[in-house]
């Protein structure tokens, strides 16, 4: 059986990247650019603290470790991690999405590892996300030869104060070969758009019951930061093809940075909608119960940067498939990316 994800189910991304890069700047900027999310926050060497990022950063609330001196400074291995998890995904916290800003010089493999590790219920890996300086980008491969690793292992890289250089595609294009299996956004003072990293929520409702109105009507929500950023909205009626989904997912362009939504696999699964998080390269499905009454429908959102809309729009509707039986192994490729299924998926480390 595969385990489903549960409402509570809180989503963790790694934030990595060597000093100075900008990684403290961008969680501030996904703080106060949340849309109503609250994030909390493990960082520098895991001081836990859970903000309102509705409030200024660093402003402590009633259910926060309290830091004292401003952090603390000490060796955690994965037990440890796990208490600070548990804090922040208890259901008294209200907290929406956890980020993990990793020192300057950690492993963001082991981060990874020990996220993916946790036996906590109540949280599941959201993806890697690396952030280099633009500005110091040849001279940091210089002294860390080993970001070109961290590059290779990442999900979304932000190339950070890309206003600071000027052959920004050379860099960016650099980056890219490094990083050929992560979505790469350039970006200055680390203003990317929070919902490349995980769904905003408006008002009150909770994560993980957005409606599809709501999934797309933040996306185009006034003041946007990036005007130049794409969306696809598909709906349908008619279920998806899982074979054919997973043919499109393989295949998504470059620019396509993420995907979100719920996919109808029809016959294949009468019981569950398939909750989809895909941020570049790293994809995950999550199998979620039905409700008893209105209309089941696959619902997407895909954001990107160049992307040719209408093209996508289309290979979506060609996964449509108006089959009255299932394929016996049609949802192999989908369970795959599923968390607990025998097979994990070969985009994490």
């Known amino acids: 059986m595969v385990p489903s994800r549960t409402a509570q189910q809180i989503p963790v991304v790694v934030l990595a990247g060597f000093l100075g890069s900008g990684k403290t700047t961008l969680l501030n900027h996904l703080l106060h650019r949340s849309g109503g999310s609250r994030i909390g926050a493990i960082v520098n060497d895991f001081g836990a603290i859970e903000i309102d990022a509705m409030a200024v950063a660093g402003a402590l609330g009633d259910s926060t470790v ?46 990874v590892r020990m996220v993916l590790a946790s036996e906590h219920p109540g949280i599941v890996y959201g993806g890697l996300v690396e952030v280099v300086d633009a500005a110091e980008f040849d001279d940091t491969r210089a002294k860390h030869p080993e970001i070109d690793r961290h590059l290779a292992l990442a999900d979304l890289v932000v190339v950070n104060k890309i206003d600071r250089v000027a052959e920004a595609e050379r860099v960016l294009a650099l980056v890219r070969g490094l990083a050929p299996r992560a979505a790469v956004v350039p970006a200055a003072y680390g203003r990317i758009d929070p919902e490349f990293l995980f769904d905003c929520r408006p008002g009150e409702e909770r994560v993980g019951q957005l409606s599809f109105d709501d999934l797309h009507e933040h996306g185009d929500r006034d003041g946007h930061l990036h005007t130049g950023y794409d969306s ?22 470059e620019g396509l940075y993420r995907i979100k939504g719920y996919v109808d696999f029809g016959p294949h699964d009468t019981l569950n909608r398939y909750s989809v998080h895909a941020v570049g390269r790293f994809l995950r499905f999550y199998p979620e119960p039905w409700a008893p009454s209105g209309d089941r429908l696959t619902q997407l959102v895909l954001i990107g940067s160049g992307i040719d809309a209408p093209a996508l729009a289309e290979e979506l509707d060609a996964c449509k ?28 480390p």
Do not use: K, T
Not at 69 to 74: A, T, V, Y
Not at 94 to 101: K, M, S, T
Not at 242 to 251: A, E, H, K, T
Not at 321 to 348: C, F, K, N, T
């Open 321 to 348: 498939s108006d089959a009255p039986h299932a394929d016996e192994h049609g949802m192999w490729g989908v369970l795959r990316y599923v968390r607990g299924s025998e097979d994990e998926p070969v985009q994490e």
């Open 232 to 253: 696809v909205s598909f709906v349908s009626g008619q279920p998806l093809d899982p074979r054919s989904l997973m043919g499109f997912l393989d295949s998504r362009p």
């Open 66 to 111: 309290s830091l004292g001196n401003g952090c603390l400074c000490c060796a955690v291995d994965a037990s440890e991690l796990d208490l600070y998890l548990e804090r922040l995904a208890a259901p008294s916290a209200g907290i929406d999405v956890i980020v993990i800003e990793a020192s300057g010089l950690a492993e963001p493999q082991e981060l």
